[in-house]
């Protein structure tokens, strides 16, 4: 709680410095003269040569009308045919208002100029009337946008394959598809002074917890900033623990996984612009789950699941315990496996966390250079560094083949991590083990597992414990944790997250003596 | 509105949080004392250790009872008024604070005999406080969560340590109690230190949850000590020789040194790095509370403060001073002995007053 002081410090002055709100314009009310209000536009939009403004009489209204929008974020095709056809050509029913002329869903009032520039500047089109002090408002939003795809963080094999994209609208109709209920609430919030974005918190308001929800908002609410470009953003903005290297909030790509955390009463919050969403409170064991567990058999899934943590382990310690093992506890080693250590380690010259650091580091750059790379470049690097590099430096006597095994294997281990943040911090953690591991051998790597369990358990996502169910022990919410229980075991949501509706389905199977 | 509602433990989590507190370095010492003084019948001398702590603990839980929102501080100010009733939590806090530092002095020391032998002590100090830090800085709350999930991950412990058994000779128990009872009395005293941290209800009642089952929680928290401090001296008993035991300072360790397998040899150095979470569970406790009277006493909330002062002090002095085996045992001994003042003679001199606060400030309501 006492991390966030920082963000109410600032409070008080950061309005002023950063936007120009106090200009008296703001709130200047609409002038019932239509010249004045061009005239007033003008002054707004200084340098801004995609507004048009274009000026008409039309047949049904008395007086002039000025129709103003932004060519490049407006829909000329829905302004055309919805707004200026109806206004221009149509000769019956004179006596017919404004708002049944006009053929778009959302048509509204605004009376001051405040409320004329934000809308302008979201893509809507504002129509001007001579005599009249208000402005109408017509919803025309059309901005370029990319077709719903693959997600490609997050692939998967079994779930949909539909993705995120940069639309909020779209997005919350691509969850909405999945719980069709009215009870699927959204509060829209509006962050950001001076490119406002639009966060839709989405919950189910009979299942998420109230407390839970509230602590989120007043964590949005207390963000100042000029705008939130990407999730991650935000995310940063309103997490429990800033130093810590764990991500505490869940981003996903997926509407399905968006609809599965719902459903267990979590909150989402989607952010237009951002193709991926924020799902609050996470608990460190969805950083391990997948959609796939759960429509792969249990047994399998439960498999997996085990695998995804013994990666974890593997690829937090394995090279601290190599370095640990080969140059402190030597002894702990049988004689034979250690004569074979030593014979591939004779021509090496460095000590074991100078070999383990080259390797270990030559593996993060290769996978930083290989990301951004396009794909046909990223394999070359691949190649380059697996097998290139790998085999020449054994053969050149600077690391041993054993600690080119260990790198491999925690490369691989580390990407079995379903999630990508979880596995990056993972990567950070690795070597902070091993130097502890080169300090103090075993020690060292059993009082920083002590230290990161600690860690661990006292974080908390959103006021919630993040270690659960581990931390505090909820067996109940066990059946979802290492084992990836029957679905229909499943009886009631997960208490992790405090749900206030625990009920989850039925008893959809008929026991033994029922049959 | 109530104090430490933030910090509300469960039941299970009272329970472990005193059997923590309660198993630490006695797992590795216990045996050889018992040995020296009772020889195998020692193992016997335990129930009474068991028996008198069960005994204190129910006069402590019933005594907080009577003042249920309140910890032993909050207690003594009340009893005997706001400057001596400082001086009695000051007190308290260098109790607390001796009990941390001479088990995390003696765990430095255990692991620079037994592996790092090249690294001073205050290094492995510095060390252990990075945990130590990071659980005390969450409070109560968290140190519970801690103390339960150690619990957990040390279960293997016991189980590991039974393959020992398939090399060990009962005959070394028979005949039972060969000297007589006088031995086995004279030993018990000895199981007084080990089954100490469950004084510390004294200030973890008042976060107790359901305190109805205040009484049960604590008498199944001494029966899990006692049943772990049986399975190590009973193993250890069947496998070395009633005088082979006397000759080692921590038996356990050498029972694990023993056990070998193809693929690891020399499972002690593991074992002992893993104990460490068993004493981390006894350290943190106490240096809580240490750090909880000296900001009651101060009337300050943050207790991170006092922690690092508390860390940086025990520190320093480790730098400028490594104790000798002797100092340890000397601390040790100053532990035992300001234990049995504080867990057993203050609960049986406080309840009276106690009681009698409780009757009077009753009287008054009525």
């Known amino acids: 709680m006492a991390m966030r002081g920082w963000l109410r410090r600032k409070k008080t002055s950061a309005k002023d410095r950063m936007s120009r709100r106090s200009e008296s314009h703001y709130v200047r009310e609409i002038h019932d003269q239509l010249p004045d209000n061009i005239a007033e536009l003008q002054r707004i939009f200084t340098l801004t040569p995609d507004l048009v403004i274009r000026q008409f009489n039309s047949l049904q209204v008395e007086g002039q009308i000025a129709l103003v929008y932004l060519r490049s974020l407006a829909d000329k095709n829905s302004i055309n045919n919805n707004v200026l056809r109806p206004l221009l050509n149509q000769r019956e029913g004179a006596d017919k208002s404004l708002f049944e002329l006009l053929s778009v869903g959302k048509v509204f009032t605004v009376y001051n100029f405040q409320s004329v520039e934000t809308e302008i500047l979201q893509g809507s089109s504002v129509l001007f009337i001579e005599g009249r002090k208000e402005a109408l408002v017509v919803e025309t939003h059309g901005w370029p946008q990319r077709a719903i795809e693959d ?46 974005t639009k966060l839709s918190v989405m919950f189910l308001a009979d299942v998420a917890n109230p407390d839970v929800l509230q602590e ?16 991650g953003e935000l995310e940063e903005y309103i997490e429990d623990n800033p130093y810590s290297p764990f991500p505490q909030l869940i981003t996903s790509e997926r509407p399905d996984t968006v609809a ?63 370095i640990a093992l080969i140059s402190f506890n030597y002894e702990v080693i049988p004689l034979d496996l250690i004569l074979s250590i030593g014979e591939s380690r004779e021509k090496v010259p460095f000590p074991p966390l100078l070999e383990a650091l080259l390797m270990e580091l030559t593996l993060e750059m290769l996978r930083e250079s290989g990301i951004r790379l396009p794909a046909p470049i990223g394999q070359t690097v691949g190649i380059v560094g697996g097998i290139v590099i790998g085999q020449a430096v054994v053969q050149a006597g600077i690391v041993s083949n054993i600690m080119v095994i260990v790198v491999a294997f925690t490369a691989i281990s580390s990407f079995i991590i379903p999630n990508y943040d979880m596995a990056s911090a993972v990567r950070f953690i690795r070597f902070i083990m091993m130097l502890l591991a080169a300090m103090f051998g075993i020690v060292g790597i059993v009082v920083g597992l002590m230290a990161l369990i600690g860690h661990l358990i006292s974080l908390e996502s959103l006021g919630v414990p993040y270690g659960s169910p581990l931390a505090p022990v909820r067996f109940s919410d066990w059946k979802d944790f290492i084992v990836r229980s029957p679905l229909w075991k499943m009886m009631d949501r997960p208490k992790g997250t405090r749900p206030i509706q625990e009920k989850r389905q039925g008893n959809n199977r008929l026991k033994g003596s029922e049959k | 509105m109530r104090k430490y509602a933030y910090h509300e433990l469960s039941l299970l989590q009272y329970i472990l949080l005193i059997h923590g507190t309660q198993i630490g370095i006695g797992v590795l010492t216990l045996p050889r004392e018992l040995a020296e003084h009772a020889g195998t019948d020692g193992w016997l001398s335990m129930f009474f250790g068991w028996g008198v702590s069960v005994l204190v603990s129910l006069v402590i839980t019933n005594m907080m009872k009577l003042h249920p929102d309140k910890t032993i501080t909050d207690l003594l100010t009340l009893l005997l008024g706001k400057w001596l009733g400082k001086v009695a939590s000051i007190l308290m806090s260098v109790y607390c604070a001796i009990a941390a530092i001479v088990v995390v002095v003696n765990s430095a020391f255990i692991i620079n005999v037994w592996v790092l032998s090249q690294t001073p002590g205050y290094i492995i100090f510095m060390l252990f406080a990075i945990p130590i830090y990071i659980i005390i800085q969450g409070g109560l709350r968290i140190i519970a969560r801690y103390s339960e999930l150690v619990f957990y991950l040390t279960l293997w412990m016991p189980l590991l340590l039974a393959a020992a058994l398939k090399d060990a000779n009962w005959l070394h128990f028979l005949p039972i109690i060969k000297e007589g009872w006088q031995p086995i ?91 460490l979470f068993i ?88």
């Open chain 1, 260 to 322: 599965s955390h719902l459903l267990q009463g979590k909150i989402a919050v989607i952010v237009d612009r951002s193709p991926s969403v924020l799902i609050g409170p996470a608990s460190f064991p969805s950083f391990f789950q997948n959609v796939d567990d759960y429509s792969t058999r249990w047994l399998v899934a439960t498999f997996i699941r085990m695998l995804r943590y013994l990666a974890f382990i593997v690829a937090t310690f394995l090279p601290a315990i190599y």
């Open chain 2, 279 to 366: 004493l981390s569970t006894t350290v943190l406790t106490y240096m809580y509370f240490a750090v909880f009277c000296t900001t009651q006493v101060f009337g300050n909330r943050d207790h991170r403060k006092h922690l690092i002062v508390l860390l940086l002090l025990i520190f320093v002095c480790l730098w400028f001073y490594t104790p000798s085996f002797m100092d340890l045992k000397k601390m040790t001994d100053i532990w035992s002995i300001a234990g049995v003042g504080f867990a057993f003679v203050l609960p049986v001199l406080l309840f009276g007053p106690i009681w009698l606060l409780q009757r009077k400030a009753g009287g008054k309501k009525a």
């Open chain 2, 185 to 275: 009395l004279s030993a018990s005293i000895y199981t007084v230190l080990p089954f100490l941290g469950f004084e510390l209800a004294y200030f973890v009642y008042p976060f107790l949850k359901k305190k109805q089952h205040a009484s049960l929680g604590i008498v199944v928290a001494n029966t899990l000590t006692l049943l772990v401090y049986l399975h190590v001296t009973i193993i250890c008993f069947a496998f070395f020789s009633p005088d082979e035991i006397k000759q080692y300072t921590w038996p356990t360790l050498n029972l694990w040194k023993v056990i070998e397998y193809s693929f690891l040899e020399r499972i002690d150095i593991i074992f002992l790095a893993f104990y």
């Open chain 1, 151 to 196: 997600p490609q963080l997050e692939a998967s094999l079994k779930g949909a394959h539909q993705g995120f994209v940069e639309t909020d609208a779209q997005n919350i109709a691509l969850i909405r598809r999945y719980i069709p209920n009215r009870e699927l609430k959204i509060k829209e919030i509006w962050v950001g002074e001076r490119g406002a």
């Open chain 1, 216 to 231: 989120l908002e007043d964590r949005i609410k207390l963000i100042e900033v000029d705008t939130i470009l990407n999730t």
